[in-house]
Each structure stands twice: as C-alpha cells, then as structure tokens.
C-alpha cells in the first residue's frame, strides 16, 4: 500500500510520539489524536504547560498536551526569548542556579495551518539548607543522657547526626538525645549534616563532656629520639574536664599542662629520662605510666632518594593487587592485576601478569615520580604534568568523571606540580606554587574539604600552603610543609592523623612535628622522618604494624619516635616495612602471607630483619600482605601474597615470606 505524503508525516509524527513516550516524558495523548483517527486541522494547546518547583543543581521539565496536523514543530521559548535546541514536545532545563528562579517557560506548536502559543509556566528554584542556630555543648555525669538539637531553613529538610563523623543510626530529627553515657563517650564530638535536593552542610561539631572519675586510655609511648629532634609525648584519658600535669622523673615540668607534651628538641641529658602525666577533675586523680626516652647521637644525614623507584597497590583484595615500577630512564612499567586497565598500555580485563609491560606515557615523557592507589595510578612527569590510570569508580583520576582508563590520561592542574601521592580511593598533588589539590573519595575526609563532597576533578585543600610533599593513606592525607612541619587530615579512628585524637578532620590539622625532612603513609599508619634520620610512627597497631611490642597494644594518636637510622617506610593493612641506612630491610605484622620478609609465616610485634639482599633503598608494602624492596644497583625484590602475580615472578605460587629477585627486570637500565 503507497501512503499519502500526509500518511506518512502522521506515521513519523506517531513514531516519534511514541519515542517520547519510551524516554518516559509526560505528553498529553491528544497528541497522538491523529494516529487514532482524531481531528485535523491547526495547532491546538490542550494542556498547557505547569508551574515547576525544583532544587538548585538538579533540572527542571516541562511539558504539554496538544493537537493538530501533522508535521508539528515546537519552540520552547524562555522569558520570551526562544531556547536554542529546544525543539521538541518537552523541554529539560541544564542543572539549575538560583539565577534560574523566576524564569518563565512557554512553547509555539507550528504546522502548515497555523500555530499555537501557550501560557507561562514559571520556574521557583529552591536553595540548599541553611543552619540559624548550631548545636551546642553539652556537659552530663555518667549514666545521664544528652540532648542536641539544631535549627535549620530549607525546604525538604533531612538530618543526620553524626558521632565523631560516623553516622548514628536511626538519629534522623532535628534532635537527638543518646543513651544513657558512658566514660567512653567523655570527649566525643556531635555534628549534625542538613540536607535537601540542593546541597548539604554540617553543622558544627559540638563537645560532650561526661563527668566521671578520671581514667587514662592510652598510656604515654616509650620513644627514642635523636639529639637535637623533637619529642612529643600524648596521652588519652576519660573523665571530663580534665587539668593535666606532665612529670620528668617523676618532678611537674613547669607550664606542661595539655594533653600533649613536647620538647623542641631532645638532650643527651634525657637519656634515660621517665615521663608520665597526672590526670585531674574534681571527682578525682589518675596517673599514667611512665614513658621512657631513649637520647642518641646522630648526624645531620639527610634522606636519600633513589634514582628510581618502586611502588605497589593499596587494594584490600589479594587478587586486586599489582605492582608499577618507575626506571632511571623515566619510562614506566607494571605488572599484576589489569582489570581496569592498571597496566596502563591500553588493554583491560581480568587476566592478570607477572610479565613487566611498559606504560604507555606521551611520547618524549620523562618519569619524575609514581604514586599508586588502591586501583589506580598516578605519574609526574619531568614537566609538572600529572597522568593517571586504572580504576575510576570515585573520580580518583581527576578527569572530571568516573569512567576508568586503561592509558594514562593527563590530570587538568591549574599549575604544574612538583609531588604526588594516592591514597586507597582519593589523589593528592603539591603544585609549584605549594597549594594542594585533592580529587578522589572523601568519605572520611580526605580531601581536605569541609563539605564531605567526593570530587571528580583535582579541588584545593583548604587552609595550607608552602607544602613540598604529601602522603595518602587508605582514607587520610599528609603534607610536609616547607617550615618542617607536618599537616594531616582525613580518616582518625585509629590516631593516623596524629593530632592526639581519634576525631575525624576534615581540614589540615597540625600533628605538631617540627624538623621533618619526609613523610610517608600507608594503610592506616603514618610516617616522618628527621634529617638526622630518626622515624616517628603513628596510627593503627591492631596487627603489630607499629612494632613496638607486646607492651603496646593500643593504636598511638601522637606522633613518637620509633627508630633510629631509617630512610624509608611504607605501610600496608597488616604489615609495616622499614628501610634502613645500612641497606637492610625491617619489618613487622601479621605475617600470615610471609609479608615480613623473614623466611617464615610468624606474626611479629617488633620490627624484624628481612632476608632480601642488602643495598635496598625503598621500600612498598602492598594493601593486602605483599612486599617489594628496591636496591641501589636497580634490582628489584618481592615477597608475600602472589594472588594476581603482584611479585612479577613465575617461580612464585601462591605467596613467598622469602624476599625474591623480580627476574629479568632492572630498574637502572
């Protein structure tokens, strides 16, 4: 059958009619009044077009019922102007402004018989919450409960309450009132996140203090320190409002009054030399154990850096894990785990190598540095320019988007930068100018941003500058500062931040280090190092990674000095790794996939001599128990879990506790 030119327009005006039906669009069915036989004729509006009300950054549609011959053309007009582009039955504003609020929308419907304009539909923008009046502080004795509130403008308001940065359960009102307290609860902090479609803001975190009699917590950590580099002490304590009084030898230090002590700088003459802290309200006094500190002599000796370099994945999957290695040529080079492209020469998939395979960087690129993640990677090259790689599901390449790469593709910085560092799920880099820009995850507030938003493309870090280097662990960041001081944020539920709490920070805190010539970070434990080559260790210890013995079982939330004459470090989630100034390698954790390096499968409390060849100058502890060792002369050595070929040997089954040679694979060409 051969269909009349006006047939056929009625069939494609039917046809596309039914596609705006599919995509799920509102359109009265007066027009599709033609494909069922219905009248003819000019343009007719028969439902106009209604007011809509929406949330800033969200989008806005709008929509008629209309009828008349077919072919229909309709222009949507905004405050009278038409919109271009918008030229069909419906029309979906971009991600709104508060700018948008009071616009007008109508619609002119033309055929060959004439047209049809229908009435204004207005547009109300609504903005994000506001807080009027904060939370405030609230002191109770043991046992009683404790009440918060907030006032907050907004439509469509939701609450949150959080204790410490973590999200309580069911606290969903504008008030909320604990259990009954505990000494436990003496110091948390209570913030509350407002939110609608528009936005969220937190509101400010507010203290409750528990009356109780004075307990400590966490006792003051024995340390060892080199002469002339800082020492602080910090202890942790329950009972509210609390006066402290710290003790040399047993004698008060006049003015050492806080939770934390420090000196600027360690004697010989405190060689030997206790600590302890009394801890009083009026309900009574608690007295910590005493602290010892270990003086000893070195040299001002600088941390070398190598001229290659090592690094190995964040992942908490065995399976997940891979290894990329930076030579002295500047080129770059990967092996294990590909399912997202970490192998970085454009091929994607589960199979995993232990074959080196090079990265595919721009050509004439130059490596300066690496940084790898829990899934991702990252490149410096020689000119400032940042590429990264892998997985991408939390904007933790910095491409303004979440879909992963199989090649390196170049981060937008607004300036060259001079440092890198991945953390599990979230990017750093220091630029020239010594700001920090942060993308990635922020569930623990690890960008550095007050606002709890994850951020797909690299945002400044507030509240810092002169910075040289940044570190990342799993879900918390640090900076070195040009001063020698040494700035963190993020996750702290275990003291990695090292401010002397287990608060969450969501901007750069001072741990109070003074001196520092590097910094280091893994999992969630922290590292620093002093030029006289002295490391100070904070954080987790759940599994002995601190190394500090049996006689200390709790994580450490005060930066103290651990040992002397080390020149790297790295972390992963149950192991730690030393590297030290004679070339050997220590280690400490759990052990159970031979991570330390010692030959055997023992857990160790207290850092132990690796079996790997002497001459190493860094170090990589993978996320889940697995281990790499670069030596001076440009082999690599690697041990522990070998799930997805993350040691870059064949020879190697499952896992090795035996420092292994990477074979055929010299990182100094």
Known sequence: MTLSPNARALARLCARSARVFGAGVVVAATLLAGCMGGSFGAPKITQQPQDVTAFETQKATFSIGAEGAAPLAFQWKRNGVAITGATEPSYTTPALTPADSGAKFSITITNGSGSATSTEATLTVQGPPAITTQPVAVSVNVGATAAFSVTATGNSLNYQWLKDDVVISGATSATYTTAATVAADDGAYYSVAVSNGAGIVISTPVLLTVASVPAVTVQPVSQVAAEGDAVLFGVYATGGNLAYQWKRNGVNIAGATSRRYSQSAALVADNGATFSVAVTNTLGTATSTAATLTVATRAISGIPVAVAQADTSRSGVAADSFTVARKSDGTVWSWGYNGEGQRGDGTTGTATTDTPTKITLPAGAVAAELAVGGHHALVRLANGDVYAWGRNTNGQLG???????????????????????????????????????????????????????????PTNVASINGVVRVAAGNAHSLALRNDGSVWAWGTNTAGQVGDGTLVVRRLPVDTGLRGIAAIAAGADVSFAFTSRRLVYAWGENSAGQLGRGTATTADISTPAGLMLDVVGASASDVHSLLAMSDGTVQGTGANASGEVGDGTTTARTVYTVATVASTVTAVAAGGNAHSVALRADGQLYSWGNNAAKQLGNSSISASTPTPTLVPSFDTIP
């Open 399 to 457: 491409l303004g988007d979440t879909a992963a790469r199989a090649t390196p593709t170049k981060v937008t910085l607004p300036r060259p930068a001079i440092a890198i560092a991945a953390g599990r799920d979230h990017s750093l880099a220091v630029l020239d100018d010594g700001s920090v820009c942060a993308w990635g995850l922020d569930d623990g507030g690890q960008l550095g941003v007050a606002n709890r938003a994850q951020s797909p493309s």
